[in-house]
């Protein structure tokens, strides 16, 4: 499985090369998709067609943000699971956290995945043998002594679940006033890697799709952290998930989003 990390590193690392340059000029023109806060770029369509490219060999198929999914793979085929600008609305709005997921899975089983920061450069990858930043071992920061000192990390309550259940905003609260600090960065895909890093103590993540959490969610388990959905199956095929720094634990996350499950 190390050859699908190097294939998808090398993929990746073209596709960032040009959406770094793309995002230095900050000539980026967004349209709508699903609603007026579902932004989608040319790049987002220019960068997985990239690297469907540079992937397109050994007759794997492919699970895009953009183009889709046909239809279920043949087994033991290797299915592609690509989202070319994970926080599409950063890249468009100027800020700099985004980053390309790639994941390679066999039988809907993730076995090798990665994520790049076109910014920064950082490289999070995994596959058996582990999980990797830059190349190096990826090692977590220490645990803090107790969850109230945590960093939360959450794109919950978006505009979709509190058009739906508008009282989301009260279990919001309840983290806000336990936890040391509540972030929004708006890339699912590099909030947990930063679990897997121990930047982020904790990730809360609502109305995700496959590829916002495939490789992260592999990166963080190879890691030693731990990722919840709640349901049976394959994990990054879950909509919700709480996904833990290695080593933390909270009570009242795991609470909160047992009642997140059910709005």
Not at 233 to 259: C, D, I, K, N, W
Request: glycine share 8%; hydrophobic share 45%; proline share 6%.
């Amino acid at each position: 499985m190390s050859d699908l990390r190097t294939q998808a590193l090398n993929a990746a690392r073209v596709a960032a090369t040009q959406l770094a340059e793309a995002f230095a000029t900050g000539e980026v023109v967004a349209t709508t998709k699903t609603n007026r806060h579902d932004l989608v770029t040319a790049w987002d369509q220019h960068i997985e067609g990239l690297v469907t490219q540079h992937l397109a060999r050994d007759g794997a198929v492919f699970w895009g943000e953009e183009t889709g999914r046909a239809t279920a793979p043949p087994p033991g085929t290797i299915e592609w699971i690509i989202d070319p600008i994970d926080g599409t609305s950063n890249f468009v709005h100027g800020y700099p956290v985004f980053s390309i997921s790639i994941a390679a899975a066999i039988d809907d089983e993730v076995v090798a995945g990665v994520v790049v920061d076109p910014v920064t450069g950082a490289e999070f990858s995994a596959d058996a043998s582990g999980a990797y930043l830059n190349d190096a071992p990826l090692t977590a920061r220490p645990t803090p002594p107790h969850d109230t000192q945590y960093n939360l990390v959450t794109s919950f309550p978006a505009a979709e679940i509190l058009h739906r259940a508008p009282e989301a905003s009260q279990l919001f609260g309840q983290l806000v006033t336990h936890y040391s600090t509540v972030r929004r960065l708006v890339s699912g895909a590099l909030e947990i890697c930063y679990a897997a890093r121990g930047i982020a103590d904790v990730v809360l993540g609502v109305d995700t799709k496959p590829w916002d959490v495939s490789a992260a969610s592999y990166i963080l388990r190879q890691a030693g952290g731990r990722y919840h959905t709640g349901v049976a199956g394959p994990s990054h095929l879950a909509p919700h998930y709480v996904a833990f720094a290695p080593g933390r634990e909270s009570q009242l996350v795991m609470e909160v989003f047992r009642q997140l499950q059910h709005m």
